[in-house]
Structures are given as structure tokens and as C-alpha cells.
């Protein structure tokens, strides 16, 4: 790759003609020491689900102990954000476990000892309500997905200045027979990454799930974004988890102001 | 198809985009919300103030400028970008006053700058400004002005406008609510812009800096504190 002197990026051609066979070969073959550090690679990077305090494994016991109608997940911090001040607010929110994983890109090395802050994803149940939450598929439950995405993604004719952001679009499984609150997302948009995958792994299992995307301009944490959200409140699947409305904004602010982090390129 | 037209500035998309002005409206959409708001008698430019780190001086961190002793600005975006702008309208706003000895028009400066970011726009090997501009002042007519400019080096005159995050959910409350009665006295129109301020504000409203010139008489700026249902001011300081 090259830039012009106009600024484009175009594909140089290369000079150096084809590799040499001998460095190819030896590329390929692999010592018992490249092995052995792909492993130890591999056993690093595995996803672990922990039982909240005693670190033991969680899967065995989650099919076991809690059987779930509702299944919520939120991803991104704009929807987690929404999520802990508006549903987890209400109501007694127990931590059963949390998921721990570690890659290449985590700033800490050691992988035995993550703290409870650095958990990839935690797992909450409502305490008077055991039933909502769960890991497994089982019949009569529910999956709602939320996640945020930016505007820019959204492909439409109109120009994205005149877009009403943010705005909520829908995409649900074929079970899913609710309506949802919002417009559902159009063709050509598509759904990315982990959203993508557990709502088409719902949609093979039969299991009723519905994804709520929100387009924002701002995908750090935005009292707007966050506030998006809340048509979502009224449907079915989050009905009786929220109670206190205006206590929930007041914590949702706080939230706000003890995560800014200022960036001096913008202002 | 806007990948192949998107990296260099002077060339077109095959239907009329220049992708990269279009970014750099994004980028402006990046920096914290400002309105100004033209009243009968006042102009006033409301930004919140954004919170500083622990160790940095807060006096160096400004998001609204003085051009001259009758023009300010507020920007939002990049503030590199910003710092470069403002520097050149303050020169042309003293050498204006050196040779033809009267002191700048908003509208004249404001040229000034939206001429400038339309020339980053054309040059290869460059890019746009990442910045969108409010400038507010009186002319020695005595007549208020809001000129608002964005990337692509268009200007137009505005009673009341936002620019930066939220800016779209700040205008259609500006709609709404910028009435005659609304700017007809001076405090009405600075409660305007702390209302149209407070729809979209992170802090919940206990940090907007505004900027207020009143005809004939020099720039202000002060703090405020506001809640949802009235504010009171916190301390007042001379823009230098």
C-alpha cells in the first residue's frame, strides 16, 4: 500500500518478485516448541463461567439451579448503562457468576487473578424472581438483546444529518410473536458481531428473541443514547422489572459523571 | 462504493459527495454541544463547560473565544483545528482594524473564516477543518448577529442555532420555544439558552459557561449552575 500526494491509498506493486521456495518450507514446518506455545496460547484465551464466589466453575450448576423465562443482555456500555440504572435498579439484583477471558489486547497479563471489574460479561438474577435469567435454552423463554451501533452504519437514502438520532430499530426471531416498540431495522442494514450471533442461534433453536439496536452519534456513554432505550420499558419482556422511572435517571446521571473520561482532541 | 472516494479531498464520489467534508462533520459532531441565541438586545453563546482532569489547568481549556472586543465565537470539534482558526480571524480581525480603521463586521470575519476552512476543502494533500464555528457580536449599526459556519466552508446568518453532539435534539427545541416573547427581554433569552442547554447536558447542569454581549457594552463571560426549573449564576470572569 502507498499514498499519493493527493492522499490516496492505492496498492504499490511489488518489486520483489516471488518468495523463494526454501524460506516457504521453512515457515511451514512447525517445532514441538511452536506447538507447544499455540497451546498455552490456546488454554489462555479460553472463556471461563465462574460461580460468583467461590471461582468454581459456573455451567454445570446454572442448568441445574436456574431455569429462566427471560434472558436480557445488554452490549456495549450505552445499553449496559441503561440496563444497570433502569431494570437492575429495581428490584434485588443477585450476581451469580461472571465470565472471564483473556486475549491478546488485555492490558494484565495474569489470567488467574481478574478481578470482578475486569469480567468480560456478569451474570445477575432478580431475586424475588428467580425466573428471569438463565443460560441454557429451554422452552418459554425469552431472549431481548440490546446493543447500540453508530449512525453512519445505518444505510438509508436519506442523508444521515437529517436521521432523528439516536433512534431504536428491531430484528426479531420468527418465534417471536410480540410486537416490537420500535420500527423494525430495513434491507440493506445488517446486524454485526455477538448481536448477530446469539439472534441467529435463536433463530435456529426456536427460541423467541428479539434484538433492539440503537443508531447513536455518540457511542461512549451519552445520557441521550441511554435514554433511547426506554420505549423498550413498556414491551412485554421488560414489564414489572422497572419501577422507579425518575430514580433511575438520577442514578443514570451519576453513572455519567463518574465515567467521564475527557479527551482533550475534542471539544 | 464510498471507500474508492473517500480518502482524498479533491476528488468526487460518481454522485456528488465529497466524503471527506462529510467526515469532518462527523468529527464535529464529537466535540460537547453549543447554542447561540440572537435576541432583540443581546447575543448569547451557552457551552457546557467540560470537566478537566485532575492536574491540568482549567484556564487553558476554552471552548469559547473572543475574535475582538465585539465578536466571539464558540466552536465544536476538533480543537487543534480550532486553535489554528481562531489564531488567523484574530490576526485579520487586528489587521482589518490597521488598514482600513474600523473594527471587523460578524458578517465580514465570518467570511473570513468560512473562506479559509472552503480552501482546505480544494488543496491536495490536505484536510477540511474538523471544526463548526458560532460567531456572535454587534456591527457598529447596533444590530445583534449569529452567523453559524460548518467544514465544507458554507456560513449562514441564524436568531438562534447548536452546533456539536445532540445539536439536532438542541435546534428542534430552539423551534419550538424561540418565540418573540422568549428573546424579548435579555435575561429571557440567556434563560433560553440554559433551557436548550439543559436537554442535552452530561452533568446535569452544573457546569454551562456563557458568553453574553449586550449592545454597547464589552463581553461577558460566567458560570452557571442551572436547574431544570430556574439558575442562578455562580461566578462571573473576564474573558482574556
Same mark, same amino acid.
Given at each position: 500500500?502507498?499514498?499519493?500526494?493527493?492522499?490516496?491509498?492505492?496498492?504499490?506493486?511489488?518489486?520483489?518478485?516471488?518468495?523463494?521456495?526454501?524460506?516457504?518450507?521453512?515457515?511451514?514446518?512447525?517445532?514441538?516448541?511452536?506447538?507447544?506455545?499455540?497451546?498455552?496460547?490456546?488454554?489462555?484465551?479460553?472463556?471461563?463461567?465462574?460461580?460468583?464466589?467461590?471461582?468454581?466453575?459456573?455451567?454445570?450448576? $446454572?442448568?441445574?439451579?436456574?431455569?429462566? @423465562?427471560?434472558?436480557?443482555?445488554?452490549?456495549?456500555?450505552?445499553?449496559?448503562? %441503561? !440496563?444497570?440504572?433502569?431494570?437492575?435498579?429495581?428490584? &434485588?439484583?443477585?450476581?451469580?457468576?461472571?465470565?472471564?477471558?483473556?486475549?491478546?489486547?488485555?492490558?494484565?497479563?495474569?489470567?488467574?487473578?481478574?478481578?470482578? #471489574?475486569?469480567?468480560?460479561?456478569?451474570?445477575?438474577?432478580?431475586? =424475588?424472581?428467580?425466573?428471569?435469567?438463565? @443460560?441454557?435454552?429451554?422452552?418459554?423463554?425469552?431472549?431481548?438483546?440490546? #446493543?447500540?451501533?453508530?449512525?453512519?452504519?445505518?444505510?438509508?437514502?436519506?442523508?444521515?444529518?437529517?436521521?432523528?438520532?439516536? %433512534?431504536? +430499530?428491531?430484528?426479531?426471531?420468527?418465534?417471536?410473536?410480540?410486537?416490537?416498540?420500535?420500527?423494525?431495522?430495513?434491507?440493506?442494514?445488517?446486524?454485526?458481531?455477538?448481536?448477530?450471533?446469539?439472534?441467529?442461534?435463536?433463530?435456529?433453536? /426456536?427460541?423467541?428473541?428479539?434484538?433492539?439496536?440503537?443508531?447513536?452519534?455518540?457511542?461512549?456513554?451519552?445520557?441521550?443514547?441511554?435514554? *433511547? %432505550?426506554?420505549?423498550?420499558?413498556?414491551?412485554?419482556?421488560?414489564?414489572?422489572?422497572?419501577?422507579?422511572?425518575?430514580?433511575? #435517571?438520577?442514578? $443514570?446521571?451519576?453513572?455519567?459523571?463518574?465515567?467521564?473520561?475527557? =479527551?482533550?482532541?475534542? #471539544? | 462504493?464510498?471507500?474508492?472516494?473517500?480518502?482524498?479531498?479533491?476528488? %468526487?464520489?460518481?454522485?456528488?459527495?465529497?466524503?471527506?467534508?462529510?467526515?469532518?462533520?462527523?468529527?464535529?459532531?464529537?466535540?460537547?454541544?453549543?447554542?447561540?441565541?440572537?435576541?432583540?438586545?443581546?447575543?448569547?453563546?451557552?457551552?457546557?463547560?467540560?470537566?478537566?482532569? /485532575?492536574?491540568?489547568?482549567?484556564?487553558?481549556?476554552?471552548?469559547?473565544?473572543?475574535?475582538?472586543?465585539?465578536?466571539?465565537?464558540?466552536?465544536?470539534?476538533?480543537?487543534?483545528?480550532?486553535?489554528?482558526?481562531?489564531?488567523?480571524?484574530? &490576526?485579520?480581525?487586528?489587521?482589518?482594524?490597521?488598514?482600513?480603521?474600523?473594527?471587523?463586521?460578524?458578517?465580514?470575519?465570518?467570511?473570513?473564516?468560512?473562506?479559509? +476552512?472552503?480552501?482546505?476543502?480544494?488543496?491536495?494533500?490536505?484536510?477540511?477543518?474538523?471544526?463548526?464555528?458560532?460567531?456572535?457580536?454587534?456591527?457598529?449599526?447596533?444590530?445583534?448577529?449569529?452567523?453559524?459556519?460548518?467544514?465544507?466552508?458554507?456560513?449562514?446568518?441564524?436568531?438562534?442555532?447548536?452546533?456539536?453532539?445532540? *445539536?439536532?435534539?438542541?435546534?428542534?427545541? !430552539?423551534?419550538?420555544?424561540?418565540?418573540?416573547?422568549?428573546?424579548?427581554?435579555?435575561?429571557?433569552?440567556?434563560?433560553?439558552?440554559?433551557? *436548550?442547554?439543559?436537554?442535552?447536558?452530561?452533568?446535569?447542569?452544573?457546569?454551562?459557561?456563557?458568553?453574553?454581549?449586550?449592545?454597547?457594552?464589552?463581553?461577558?463571560?460566567?458560570?452557571?449552575?442551572?436547574?431544570?426549573?430556574?439558575?442562578?449564576?455562580?461566578?462571573?470572569?473576564?474573558?482574556?
Amino acid at each position: 500500500m502507498a499514498a499519493t500526494f493527493f492522499g490516496e491509498v492505492v496498492k504499490a506493486p511489488c518489486r520483489a518478485g516471488t518468495e523463494d521456495e526454501e524460506e516457504e518450507e521453512e515457515g511451514r514446518r512447525e517445532t514441538p516448541e511452536d506447538r507447544e506455545v499455540r497451546q498455552q496460547l490456546a488454554r489462555k484465551r479460553e472463556v471461563r463461567l465462574l460461580r460468583r464466589q467461590t471461582k468454581t466453575s459456573l455451567e454445570v450448576s $446454572l442448568l441445574e439451579k436456574y431455569p429462566c @423465562s427471560k434472558f436480557i443482555i445488554a452490549i456495549g456500555n450505552n445499553a449496559v448503562a %441503561f !440496563l444497570s440504572s433502569f431494570v437492575m435498579n429495581s428490584g &434485588v439484583w443477585e450476581e451469580v457468576g461472571c465470565a472471564k477471558l483473556w486475549n491478546e489486547w488485555c492490558r494484565t497479563a495474569d489470567t488467574t487473578h481478574l478481578s470482578s #471489574t475486569e469480567a468480560f460479561c456478569g451474570f445477575y438474577h432478580l431475586k =424475588s424472581n428467580p425466573s428471569v435469567f438463565g @443460560s441454557c435454552p429451554r422452552k418459554n423463554m425469552q431472549i431481548t438483546i440490546l #446493543t447500540c451501533r453508530h449512525v453512519t452504519d445505518y444505510k438509508t437514502l436519506e442523508s444521515t444529518g437529517s436521521l432523528p438520532s439516536p %433512534f431504536l +430499530k428491531a430484528l426479531k426471531t420468527q418465534n417471536f410473536k410480540d410486537p416490537a416498540c420500535c420500527p423494525l431495522l430495513e434491507q440493506p442494514n445488517i446486524v454485526h458481531d455477538l448481536p448477530a450471533a446469539v439472534l441467529s442461534y435463536c433463530q435456529v433453536w /426456536k427460541i423467541p428473541a428479539i434484538l433492539y439496536l440503537c443508531y447513536t452519534d455518540v457511542m461512549k456513554l451519552d445520557l441521550m443514547t441511554v435514554e *433511547a %432505550f426506554k420505549p423498550i420499558l413498556s414491551t412485554r419482556s421488560l414489564k414489572g422489572l422497572v419501577k422507579n422511572i425518575p430514580q433511575s #435517571t438520577e442514578i $443514570l446521571k451519576k453513572l455519567m459523571t463518574t465515567n467521564e473520561i475527557q =479527551s482533550n482532541i475534542y #471539544t | 462504493m464510498a471507500s474508492r472516494y473517500d480518502r482524498a479531498i479533491t476528488v %468526487f464520489s460518481p454522485d456528488g459527495h465529497l466524503f471527506q467534508v462529510e467526515y469532518a462533520q462527523e468529527a464535529v459532531k464529537k466535540g460537547s454541544t453549543a447554542v447561540g441565541i440572537r435576541g432583540t438586545n443581546i447575543v448569547v453563546l451557552g457551552v457546557e463547560k467540560k470537566s478537566v482532569a /485532575k492536574l491540568q489547568d482549567e484556564r487553558t481549556v476554552r471552548k469559547i473565544c473572543a475574535l475582538d472586543d465585539h465578536v466571539c465565537m464558540a466552536f465544536a470539534g476538533l480543537t487543534a483545528d480550532a486553535r489554528v482558526v481562531i489564531n488567523r480571524a484574530r &490576526v485579520e480581525c487586528q489587521s482589518h482594524k490597521l488598514t482600513v480603521e474600523d473594527p471587523v463586521t460578524v458578517e465580514y470575519i465570518t467570511r473570513f473564516i468560512a473562506t479559509l +476552512k472552503q480552501k482546505y476543502t480544494q488543496s491536495n494533500g490536505r484536510r477540511p477543518f474538523g471544526i463548526s464555528a458560532l460567531i456572535v457580536g454587534f456591527d457598529d449599526d447596533g444590530i445583534p448577529r449569529l452567523y453559524q459556519t460548518d467544514p465544507s466552508g458554507t456560513y449562514h446568518a441564524w436568531k438562534a442555532n447548536a452546533i456539536g453532539r445532540s *445539536a439536532k435534539t438542541v435546534r428542534e427545541f !430552539l423551534e419550538k420555544n424561540y418565540t418573540e416573547d422568549a428573546i424579548a427581554s435579555d435575561n429571557e433569552a440567556i434563560k433560553l439558552a440554559i433551557k *436548550a442547554l439543559l436537554e442535552v447536558v452530561q452533568s446535569g447542569g452544573k457546569n454551562i459557561e456563557l458568553a453574553i454581549i449586550r449592545r454597547n457594552q464589552p463581553l461577558k463571560v460566567t458560570l452557571w449552575e442551572a436547574e431544570a426549573d430556574g439558575s442562578r449564576e455562580v461566578r462571573s470572569s473576564k474573558l482574556t
